[in-house]
């Protein structure tokens, strides 16, 4: 069964900190995503990567950054976490040709 | 300018009650279309996806959806809803390519009654 995994169902973190999200993937999938979802707004894309150590900037990539060191995991970062970055967060997968996007379950990130 | 539109945020219907969930896209290539449902605090669970062949696709949990060129849309349907499927529906639009980004509507939720 296709499985993504996220480090964190929930995290709560400081203003200035430096947060890291992890997300899995074990279908050997080329293509992964990052989401943010928020009320009203829908999911929209951060990061993708479609190779390892390969990213490409989505739609709202400011104050975020990604890494991809192996094929199965891609890591969300952010430099230093402001409040406005509060907000649901998608990790995703895909193989190469336009298949579906499975998503993992989420982090809720509350930054104070 | 490629987008997705579910104009309905919010659906309440009564258990046993038919169900369509509207969207509208635009999309300059040969679309491939998704609709995504969201359980409370979940990540999204893909229903039904349409790439080409039959309009009328079928998907999990008694959903189906048809896609219609000329009017840009692919509505989602359910002809007997019931009490679990209150959830938020997303409908999603992509191409063919080895970077599939997909373009998200902003969402349905839709409340059931008893």
């Known amino acids: 069964d296709v499985k993504v995994t996220q480090s964190s169902r929930y995290l709560v973190k400081r203003t200035g900190e430096k947060v890291f999200l992890e997300c899995v993937q074990d279908?050997?999938?080329?293509?992964m995503f990052w989401y943010r979802q928020d009320p009203g707004l829908g999911l929209r894309l951060i990061y993708f990567?479609?190779?390892?150590?390969?990213?490409e900037k989505g739609d709202i990539p400011e104050g975020y950054s990604v890494s991809r060191e192996k094929k199965e995991r891609f890591s969300l970062i952010l430099e230093s976490a402001s409040t406005n970055q509060t907000s649901m967060y998608l990790c995703?997968?895909?193989?190469?040709?336009?298949?579906?996007?499975?998503f993992g379950p989420g982090t809720r990130l509350l930054v104070l | 300018a490629q987008s997705v539109t579910q104009p309905d945020i919010h659906i309440t219907v009564s258990e046993g009650a038919s169900l369509e969930l509207r969207c509208n896209y635009s999309?300059?290539?040969?679309?491939?279309l998704f609709w995504y449902v969201q359980s409370p605090g979940q990540g999204l669970q893909l229903l039904l996806k349409?790439?080409?062949?039959?309009?009328l696709v079928q998907g999990i949990k008694g959903f189906e959806a048809e896609f219609k060129r000329s009017q840009s849309s692919f509505n989602l349907r359910k002809p007997s809803v019931h009490w679990s499927d209150a959830a938020e529906y997303f409908c999603?639009?992509?191409?063919?390519?080895?970077?599939?980004?997909?373009?998200f509507g902003t969402g349905t939720l839709l409340a059931v009654q008893p």
């Open positions: 279908m050997d999938h080329e293509n």
């Open positions: 349409y790439f080409s062949g039959d309009t």
């Open positions: 990567s479609y190779d390892v150590k390969m990213k």
């Open positions: 999309y300059g290539a040969t679309p491939y």
């Open positions: 995703a997968s895909s193989g190469p040709w336009g298949e579906t996007q499975y």
């Open positions: 999603a639009v992509g191409g063919l390519g080895a970077t599939n980004k997909l373009i």
